[in-house]
């Protein structure tokens, strides 16, 4: 029962041109691989002898360890270059760093960029597969699926979830990754936040917005709090830290008053104190960590299904052994 | 595109009756049930692995340990068949294999290839102190120097045919039937 590579595609980009089906069957390829990372030896020999680049433009603890995880514990060799800092922008300057690694012979290149629409453009330009590991405000692919895994896990579907993205909307590849797949997915989704990190026209993505924080926790059954990025707030977006806390905080005091069951999910790192209170953040409602667990997974499912060899052949060589 | 023929092997009689001969061979190889450790190689392996372990109980009043192998991501020809985006279940049995006597469950043994698979990923999780190797049917065509320990029936086949295992789980009935493509004799 193969399917051949082209499930999936060369590239991972985001969430946005896949079907329901083909996010389905990652999160279905995610669950044994939670098992791998529970065993004594953490690895199985799949991707022996591929060599994947993990490329950050942008600094990353979490989500480049999650990869190069995901990576190890599937045999592949690998590579980290932080090329943070640098002058380096998308356009030539990307595809000659590209041309040079495949110059090397690799096999995948999962990058992090500044630039929306970075991993796309790489995708066009290099036979290697390519992982969008967040691309500017545009999608991180693999975030968002690994949230839908960690919701799936505790309420048992997507469908007919209801989810509210709160916070700083405008600026979170997460955000938009959420909203295709869980939507995709059948998900009602809204999003709640200052109408000045709320990106114009959000609507017409198929979400309710939710002005004040408090009618958000009465309709949802699942919150994922984004991060408040600071780095990104220089343009005045809201008046202060601590003023954002008092208005769209989640405090224990918010989600004591949710009428029903509440999930509060997050992508890290945390802001405590600003987007979230610790008293949710390390509460009984929290699935942060769960969360982190699944990221290994995912990323292991979608290097798996990228990897899987010429389409051409899989008819050929089915059959039992 | 026309039918391909099928034709019964073995009936629900015939696979039970196998199956409980050859849970008789599993127990007098390991002289008991003490150390045992069944496992089943997904898929149908599974089913095959359960029933084993059900005859040794009925036969020893014990029931060994029994658990279930994906070797999926253990096999050598990923880039030929293309990725099986879903994967089944390994889990061990309790207190896993090491020093145990490890009986390796499949239902058809072919090209030994599965086996070879199952033998690199059993490597992983420890070290048993024997394994044997059990399957319903061998049809010959080995690929690699593997051969089995317990077997139901033998057959000769040619390539172009297949032996499928039906079990009662998955696939309604328990029996085995070989598919020869149509117009082949």
Partial sequence: MSLPSTFLGKDLVGLEPLTAAQIRAILDTAEPFKEISERAIKKVPVLRGKTIVNLFFEASTRTRISFEFAEKRLSADTVNIAAQGSSVQKGETLVDTARNLEAMRIDMVVMRHPSSGAAKFLGERIPSNVINAGDGRHEHPTQGLLDMLTIRDHLGRIEGQRVCIVGDVLHSRVARSNIWGLTKLGAEVAVCGPRSLLPRGVEELGVQVFNRVEQAIEWANVLNVLRLQLERMQGGFIPSLREYNRIFGITRERVERAPGALLILHPGPMNRGVEIDSDVADGPHAVILDQVTNGVAIRMAVLYLLAGGAPEKAEAAKGES | ?185
Avoid: H, K, W
Wanted: glycine letters at 10%; charged letters at 30%.
């Fill in chain 2, 1 to 185: 595109m026309p039918e391909p023929q099928r034709q019964l092997l073995m009936d629900e009689r015939a696979v039970e009756r196998a199956l409980a001969r050859m849970a008789r061979e599993i127990v007098e190889r390991n002289a008991g049930v003490a150390g045992l450790a069944v496992l089943g190689i997904q898929r149908r392996g599974v089913q095959l692995a359960d029933r084993i372990a059900a005859e040794i109980e009925r036969a020893e009043g014990a029931r060994p340990a029994v658990g279930t192998l994906d070797i999926t991501l253990y096999r050598d020809d990923l880039t030929a068949i293309g990725p099986r985006p879903v994967l089944g279940e390994t889990r061990l049995p309790p207190g896993g294999i090491e020093g145990r006597s490890v009986v390796i469950i499949d239902d058809v043994l072919y090209t030994g290839r599965t086996v070879r698979a199952a033998l690199d990923e059993l490597a992983d999780f420890g070290r048993p102190a024997r394994i044997f190797l059990c399957v319903l049917i061998d049809r010959g065509g080995r690929e690699l120097p593997i051969q089995p320990d317990v077997v139901g029936r033998v057959i000769d086949t040619a390539a172009d045919q297949r032996v499928e295992v039906l079990v009662p789980e998955l696939d309604g009935r328990l029996a085995v039937e070989l598919i020869r493509p149509t117009g082949a004799t």
